[in-house]
């Protein structure tokens, strides 16, 4: 009997060492799996006044909005609460989960979206309005892919790292709290070309 009690014991010991393994894969893999990628975007939470300089280059904006690397959806609420459809997009899982969550307690949730998705497999030609946390490694391959899916009415919002080769039409804030905004009819040329198209269309 002891010797069954001592089995019963042991596979019960195992199973919840198991189970409390498993469980821990769960909870962690998602944040750790970022880390792996070819660029390691961690998640670091975005503090109230990098929100608030965010909102001020959004003031007397329109149109959609998407928070590239949403996070717990700080930014895409608060943009939410200011009458912008607001998309983030965000490759953890619990992080995505846990925005909808705040949106739906904020009451915003109707305007508000959030999608697990990697941001290289992601269009982002349908927003004029593009907020990006992002880290030094990624922001040159992220300047040409943006320059080439966005619109010219498009604003890009830059919060700790500005881009390498743009030159930001606006800048608030100092430290980590820097928020650079480039305007792609500047970044572009849009401008230029229009002056030279319009002529001819004269003609």
């Not at 498993?22 to 909870?27: E, G, R, S």
Request: proline residues 5%; charged residues 20%.
């Amino acid at each position: 009997e002891a010797g069954s009690q001592r089995r019963v014991w042991g596979l019960m010991v195992t199973a919840g060492v198991s189970g409390t393994l498993v469980a821990l894969y769960a909870v962690v893999t998602p944040f750790v799996t970022p880390a792996l990628r070819r660029v390691c975007l961690p998640f670091v939470p975005a503090t109230s006044t990098q929100i608030q300089n965010v909102l001020k280059m959004l003031e007397n904006r329109s149109g959609s909005l998407v928070d590239i690397g949403s996070g717990d959806g700080r930014i895409v609420i608060a943009a939410a609460k200011r009458g912008f459809k607001a998309v983030g997009y965000e490759l953890n899982p619990w992080l995505v989960w846990y925005s909808r969550y705040r949106a739906w307690r904020d009451g915003v949730h109707q305007n508000t979206k959030f999608y697990i998705s990697d941001l290289w497999k992601v269009s982002f030609s349908r927003y004029t309005n593009v907020v990006v946390f992002g880290v030094p490694q990624m922001m040159p391959e992220l300047e040409k892919k943006l320059e080439e899916e966005l619109e010219c009415n498009a604003r890009i919002i830059a919060c700790r790292f500005p881009f390498p080769c743009w030159v930001p039409d606006h800048t608030t804030g100092e430290g980590i709290d820097t928020v650079w905004a480039y305007d792609m009819k500047h970044s572009r040329g849009c401008e230029t070309k229009i002056l030279e198209i319009t002529p001819e269309a004269e003609l």
